[in-house]
């Protein structure tokens, strides 16, 4: 499917690490590994914000023998980074993103890069460029994020501006809650949800007096579905209620579950806070289908039930947004992954969403969809 507005807005080469909350900290060299997966709202003064991921990475991870690893270790201030050093005899570094220790009985494992939040302010309909905030970036506070904060969604619920995060750590893999009064400038709260429950994200709106959100716990073991059904086990969404977005219950439901025999039958996950329309919560998702390095990531949507929101009104079976070779052809020499796209923000702008992705994980796409698309 084609749309009138499918661009790159931010790519590595527009990130200054001259003004990293890294600089001059690593004795080594970074470069951008990617600049992707941003977060996406509007403004109080009409323009968008994305608030990108950006994966600061080692130039050269492996020397001397060993793989290294950027970890912050705390102090005043900003706090400070440190390389920690693993012997390349005890690690397996096929993948150069991640490393995994094959002495532990756990499947352990380490990264070549560190993730910290930019903001990035974008025109009212998300074409041009108008400042990047290197003085609002968001970057670890704490040991609960020590290698770093990832895949950033913001929701603004009754005029406050929610920031979901997930925070890497030895203690925990986590999802860390951020508020801020103006959208720009943003307060670590607390974490929320504890180890490896990914993809959180806030209902633009309460419901019933409560705060929802999509969720998406992962784990080693799924139980299989009898063979004549319907749905696929494996990673998929769940919903959770709380009454000050801070304490949360799973909701009984059995949430949104990849069906079998479809396209993105290898695991599904949230994309894009829920927004309300007058079809119900209009909820954008990230399907994948088994292939390549790390399948097939594919847009897919699904309008949902404006009082009870665990009941589906429609859903689409063609995949919305598909990653688009024509737009990262100016930066194939720095891909690294393909056949990717990661929808991550959605903001009205009039007869259509300004849709926000992660293209190859390695850029910020921007994509206007007109709202007569999502008809049940």
């Not at 806030?202 to 004549?228: C, K, M, S």
């Not at 009984?252 to 695991?267: D, L, V």
């Not at 599904?268 to 390095?293: A, K, Q, R």
Request: glycine share 10%; net charge negative; aromatic share 8%.
């Amino acid at each position: 499917m084609t749309y009138p507005v499918d661009q790159l807005i931010l790519t590595p080469d527009d990130v200054d690490l001259g003004r990293s909350p890294l600089a001059g900290q690593v004795d080594r060299e970074t470069f951008v590994l990617g600049a992707f997966n941003p977060g996406l709202t509007r403004l109080p003064n009409g323009n968008l914000l994305m608030m990108v991921r950006i994966a600061e990475a080692l130039c050269a991870p492996i020397s001397d023998g060993h793989v290294h690893a950027i970890r912050w270790a705390g102090g005043k201030g900003a706090g400070r980074y440190v390389l920690d050093a693993w012997p390349l005899d005890r690690v397996d570094t096929s993948d150069p993103r991640v490393f995994r220790l094959m002495e532990s009985g756990s499947r352990v494992m380490g990264l070549t890069s560190l993730s910290w939040l930019l903001p990035v302010e974008l025109s009212p309909d998300g074409r041009e460029r108008i400042a990047i905030h290197y003085d609002h970036a968001v970057a670890p506070t704490g040991s609960w994020q020590c290698y770093g904060i990832e895949d950033p969604r913001i929701t603004r619920v009754d005029g406050r501006y929610l920031m979901t995060t997930c925070s890497v750590s030895p203690e925990r893999h986590s999802t860390t809650l951020y508020e801020s009064a103006d959208g720009l400038a943003w307060t670590f709260v607390d974490i929320v949800l504890d180890h490896q429950n990914k993809d959180m994200l806030i209902f633009e709106g309460r419901i019933g007096g409560h705060f929802w959100a999509q969720t998406r716990p992962l784990g080693d073991n799924y139980f299989v579905y009898p063979p004549d059904s319907e749905w696929r086990a494996g990673p998929s969404i769940k919903f959770a209620t709380s009454p000050d977005a801070l304490h949360w219950k799973p909701h009984i439901s059995a949430g949104m579950r990849p069906r079998a025999g479809t396209t993105p039958s290898a695991r599904m996950g949230g994309g894009t806070p829920p927004i309300l329309t007058s079809h119900g919560w209009l909820t954008l998702w990230h399907g994948v289908e088994p292939g390549g390095d790390v399948g097939i990531y594919r847009t897919y949507w699904t309008l949902l039930d404006a009082a009870d929101p665990s009941r589906l009104v429609a859903t689409s079976a063609e995949p919305l947004l598909e990653a688009n070779p024509v737009l990262t052809q100016p930066i194939d020499h720095q891909m690294y992954l393909r056949d990717v796209v990661f929808t991550t923000g959605i903001a009205d702008h009039g007869d259509c969403y300004v849709v926000a992705s992660g293209e190859a994980d390695l850029a910020c796409r921007i994509t206007h969809i007109p709202k007569a698309v999502f008809v049940p």
